[in-house]
Nanobody, 115 residues
Framework: QVQLVESGGGLVQPGGSLRLSCAAS????????MGWYRQAPGKQRELVAT???????KYADSVKDRFTMSRDNDKNTLYLQMNSLEPEDTAVYYC?????????WGQGTQVTVSS
């Protein structure tokens, strides 16, 4: 089992920044695939960023050059640095981990971009 707890969401003005964190209950060094997804009201959940251990990070076109995902293996934490936020980024953001072919999700954290 992998428990994931997201934090760092909130209300931010357009052009602002937020950093989301996802704390895992086990060593993320052992988790092959981790990523961030988001779901806006009335829309399907979509990929934001994902990476494999030691591999390149893949970003959705809509967030490229604005968002950066990183891992801290010592803290068992996955981060998502979000810059130049736009109203269209408003959504619940979820952390995901795939461990031994099983998919685990956090409870989500709300990000609202509004003036």
């Amino acid at each position: 089992q992998v428990q994931l707890v997201e934090s760092g969401g909130g209300l931010v003005q357009p052009g602002g920044s937020l950093r989301l964190s996802c704390a895992a209950s086990r060593s993320i060094f052992s988790i092959n695939v981790m990523g961030w997804y988001r779901q806006a009201p009335g829309k399907q959940r979509e990929l934001v960023a994902t990476s494999t251990t030691g591999g390149a990070t893949k970003y959705a076109d809509s967030v490229k050059d604005r968002f950066t995902m990183s891992r801290d293996n010592d803290k068992n934490t996955l981060y998502l640095q979000m810059n130049s936020l736009e109203p269209e980024d408003t959504a619940v953001y979820y952390c995901n981990a795939i461990w031994f072919s099983r998919s685990f999700w956090g409870q989500g954290t709300q990000v609202t971009v509004s003036s």
